[in-house]
C-alpha cells in the first residue's frame, strides 16, 4: 500500500511527458503481488482488495488527466498542491482498514475540491456553488460519526475486521441504518439530496468536474459496501432503493430539458448513481459486482465527458448545446471521441458500463419485478439525453464564430483516446478489474 502512494506523488509531481510510463509502471507494481498472496491484505490500518485497488488506480488515472486537461491555468503550482493533497486523501480513504481513518479522510478530501471550485471557479456563483458542496456532504455525515463513536465503543477497534461481529447489535436499529447511510446518499448523491451537485459541476473548472464526478461521488459507494454489513435487511434499506430508482426515472427527464452541456452531464450522473445504490443495498453478489463495474465505467466516462466539454467551451466560449453546432465538421477526432462517451454514457454496445447495468438489471428482476419500470424509464431517458448530446453539438451548421475554432492539438486527443480506451478494453476483459 506504501508504494502506491509513494509512486502517486512522485507521479503527480513529475513532468507531464513521463506521468504516462511511470502511471503503468505503478500498475504493474501495485497489482504484481496481488497473484502470489491472497487477495486481502491487512497490514496495520491500511488494507486492500480488488475493490479498493480498482478505485485507487481510477483515482491515479483521472488525476493524471486532470492534470493533462488543467495545462494552462494560472497558479499551476499551487492547483498541482491540491491535486496532490486530493490524490493522496482519496488513496487513503480507498485503502483504509479503520473506519475512523476512513471517516477523517472522507471527509478531508472536501477540502481541496472546495478550494479547487473556490479558487479556479469560472464565476461569482463559485462561493455560493462551493458552500453548498461542503454543508450538503458536511452537515449529513457528522451522524456517521456518532455511528463510528458507537462501534468503537462496542467493539473496542476502529478496525474494519471487528464490523461483521457487531451486525447483531445493528441490525434491527432502524435510527443506526440511517444515520449511517445518510453521509453516503449525499455523497453519491441521491436524488432528493442532489442540489449541490449540478451548482458545483457548473461552477467547477474542468479539474473540478472531472474529479468530483470519476472519484468523489464513488465514496458514497465504497462506504456503504464498507459498512454494509451492519444493516441486514430492513424496511428502511427497500424504501431508499425504492425511491432512488424513482429519482433516478424523474431526474433523466429533467436532464432532456436542459441545454447546458455540464448541467447535463451532473444530472446523468445522479441517474446512474440510483442504480448504483440500488445494487450495492440489495447485498448480492450481482448487486454489488454491478455496482462496481458501473461505478468504474462511470467514473471514466464522466471525467471524459466533462473534459471534452470543456474543450468545446474553449472554443465556442458557451456550454449551451445551441451554440455548439456542426463539431464534427472541423474536429472528427473529437467527433468519434465524443461518439463513444456518449454511447457509455448510456451503456452502449462494447462499453463496460453495459456489464455492470445488465448485471445490475437482472438483480433487480430477482428482488421484484416491481420496480423494472423505473429501470425501462432510466434506461430510455438515458440513451434519450446521451443521444441529445451527441447529435446536436456534432449535427447541424456552424456558428458565425467559426474562424476562432482552434484545431485540438495532441494532448486533447490523448486526453479522449485515454478516457474511451480502458471503457472498451475493459469491456472484452473483465478480468482486468
Known sequence: MMKILIISTLMIMAPVSIQLPLLSSMMI?????????????????????????SLMI????????????????????????????LNLSLVCSFSSNSVLMFYFFFEWSLLPIFMIIMGWGYQMERLKASLY??????????????????????????????LTFLNNFFMNNQLITLMTITAFLVKFPMFFVHQWLPKAHVEAPVAGSMILAGVLLKLGGYGLLRLGVLFGSSDLLVKVMV??????????????????????????????MALIIVGVLSFSSWGINGAMMVMIAHGVCSSGMFSCANMM????????????????????????????????????PFTYNLLGEILLIVNLSTLTALLLSSVILISFFSAAYSLVLYSSTQQGAMFNYSYSLSNMCFRELLVLFSHVWPLIIISVSPMLI
Not at 504484481?32 to 486492500?48: A, E, G, Q
Open 313 to 348: 467551451y474553449e472554443r465556442a466560449h458557451s456550454r449551451s448545446i445551441m451554440c455548439n453546432k456542426g463539431i464534427l465538421n472541423f474536429f472528427p477526432g473529437m467527433s468519434i471521441m465524443w461518439f463513444m462517451l456518449c454511447m457509455a454514457n448510456f451503456g452502449g
Open 29 to 53: 507494481f501495485a497489482l504484481f503481488p496481488l497473484n502470489m498472496s491472497n487477495m486481502f491484505n491487512m497490514i496495520s490500518m491500511l488494507n486492500y482488495d480488488m475493490i479498493s485497488i
Open 133 to 162: 458542496l461542503l454543508f450538503y456532504t458536511l452537515f449529513a455525515s457528522l451522524p456517521l460519526l456518532l455511528v463510528i463513536l458507537l462501534i468503537m465503543n462496542n467493539s473496542f477497534s476502529s478496525s474494519m475486521f471487528y
Open 58 to 85: 481510477m483515482t491515479l488515472w483521472i488525476t493524471i488527466l486532470m492534470k493533462f486537461s488543467q495545462f494552462n491555468s494560472f497558479m499551476m503550482n499551487s492547483l498541482f498542491s491540491l491535486f496532490l493533497i
Open 243 to 272: 425511491f432512488s430508482l424513482l429519482g433516478g426515472g424523474l431526474l433523466g427527464v429533467v436532464c432532456l430539458s436542459h441545454s447546458d452541456m455540464k448541467v447535463m452531464i451532473a444530472y446523468s450522473s445522479v441517474v446512474h
